[in-house]
């Protein structure tokens, strides 16, 4: 069975401060797909990144950052100097090889403090 | 914007009720997911349909039905409404039409049911 553990369910920052969220998942394809998505106060799912799992590189973009270890079955998700706009729920998400359906995690609310 | 539309945005209806939302996908894609995000069970995939036909089912109720239609739109049917249906239901496409590894499912911004 395919699981997404998110255990942060709430973190609360400071303006500027940097602030990693935590992702394991489980699954027993070889072959998957792991997503997050920001889920802002207005309500829809906005796509940040996909990574599937033969590609454990590391990626940046801007302030965020993505660390993929397949070692720990993590996928965790670094904002950097973090602004007021980052104020969101964020989801990390795995699908399978068909990814015909994405599995979600409970997702960690983040509140970025003025 | 991704690209995916649905309608309406709200809707509230009373128990017992039925009621379709609407989903147009980004042009070229072939493929819809319905999901459904309560706060007690969080978001969950409900159904997806590729090129009008239904590919893979997941916890979606029996009084729920979807299809797809030739233009590649889709409507997901809600019936018999009980006060346990109020959710927000997202709709979401993938797949572009002319192939390409792109199973990233981008979503629309979500009808938000009501049952009272």
């Known amino acids: 069975a395919q699981k997404v553990t998110q255990a942060q369910t709430e973190i609360s920052v400071v303006e500027k401060e940097d602030v990693t969220l935590d992702c394991v998942y489980e699954t027993r394809d070889t072959t998957y797909y792991l997503f997050w998505y920001k889920q802002p106060p207005s309500g829809e799912l906005v796509f940040l990144i996909r990574r599937n799992s033969f590609d454990e590189q590391n990626e940046i973009s801007g302030r965020y950052s993505w660390n993929f270890q397949k070692s720990t079955s993590s996928f965790n998700f670094t904002i950097t100097a973090s602004q007021v706009v980052d104020s969101a729920v964020y989801f990390c998400?795995?699908?399978?090889?068909?990814?015909?359906?994405?599995?979600f995690g409970s997702g960690t609310r983040l509140s970025i403090r003025p | 914007d991704s690209g995916v539309t649905q309608t309406p945005k709200h809707l509230i209806t009373a128990t017992g009720q039925r009621v379709t939302l609407r989903c147009s996908p980004r042009s070229g894609d072939l493929s819809v997911y319905w999901y459904q995000q309560s706060l007690d069970q969080g978001l969950q995939f409900l159904i997806q349909y590729y090129n009008g036909e239904e590919r893979a089912k997941g916890n979606i109720l029996e009084r729920f039905s979807a299809q797809q239609f030739p233009d590649l739109h889709s409507e997901l049917n809600l019936s018999s409404l009980e006060l346990g249906d109020s959710a927000l239901y997202f709709c979401?496409?993938?797949?572009?039409?002319?192939?390409?590894?792109?199973?990233?499912?981008?979503f629309g911004p979500g009808t938000r049911l009501t049952v009272l």
């Open positions: 998400a795995l699908s399978g090889r068909s990814a015909s359906k994405i599995i």
């Open positions: 979401a496409s993938s797949v572009p039409l002319g192939g390409g590894s792109t199973d990233t499912q981008y």
